[in-house]
């Protein structure tokens, strides 16, 4: 299963867009790139997935290269609901029926106002 | 329904009971799955549930005993627990071609 690196904090103001980047430098040609949410004593929720280039929902966007050693995941105007843990995890897709999601260390996010 | 239940959402328990936590999703998918969170840590994945069967049990300690009663339903029965175990249990389901996984809430446990 790949690996992935993200920075441990990030600090920001309310109405900033926040980008978080995800390094998997040895993705495999089928995994996807999921991101979710988690705030805290919840579980986590699901935010945006990806397999290359750009992914945009309602909450962010997900940017991926074309090596796809890295995704970027982008939320704009942040708030201070905002405030949670964001998890990059790299894999077959989600919610299959062999698929391990395995969460990496995550990124806690701050937002002040 | 995009829900996924767990029961109960607080339990304490000694080191010599048995006590089963219970997760619920009426999504039809056909894949379940156990997580336990340390404070401060991301989910660790214990267990996964393939059509009823478990197909991953990533080298957990026998004192936790996964059950799938049915498609619906996931059951984690507890025996002589550690003060170690206390952490937060997440179940989750996803279905083979559904594009994300849901999590339920969360059993916070406590083991005294």
């Known amino acids: 299963l790949a690996k992935t690196t993200q920075p441990i904090s990030m600090d920001s103001y309310e109405g900033q867009e926040v980008n978080i980047t995800c390094s998997h430098n040895n993705i495999a040609t089928n995994d996807y790139i999921t991101w979710y949410q988690q705030f805290p004593s919840q579980g986590p929720r699901f935010i945006i997935q990806g397999y290359k280039t750009k992914v945009t929902n309602e909450v962010a966007s997900l940017f991926i290269p074309a090596d796809r050693k890295s995704s970027t995941l982008s939320l704009p105007r942040v708030s201070l609901s905002d405030t949670a843990v964001y998890y990059c995890?790299?894999?077959?897709?989600?919610?299959?029926?062999?698929?391990?999601?395995?969460f990496g260390t995550g990124t806690l996010l701050a937002v002040q106002p | 329904d995009t829900e996924v239940t767990q029961t109960p959402k607080h339990l304490v328990m000694g080191m010599t009971n048995k006590k089963s936590l219970k997760c619920e999703q009426h999504?039809?998918?056909?894949?379940m799955y156990w997580y336990k969170q340390k404070a401060k840590k991301p989910p660790e994945l214990m267990f996964v549930?393939?059509?009823?069967?478990?197909?991953i049990n990533e080298s957990v300690p026998s004192r936790f005993s996964p059950e799938c009663p049915n498609s619906s339903l996931l059951n984690l029965h507890l025996h002589a627990l550690q003060p170690e175990d206390s952490a937060l249990y997440l179940c989750a389901s996803g279905g083979a071609k559904n594009t994300e996984a849901f999590f339920g809430q969360g059993t916070r446990l406590t083991v005294v």
């Open positions: 549930y393939s059509y009823e069967k478990l197909s």
């Open positions: 999504m039809g998918h056909r894949a």
């Open positions: 995890l790299v894999g077959l897709g989600y919610g299959g029926a062999t698929n391990k999601l395995i």
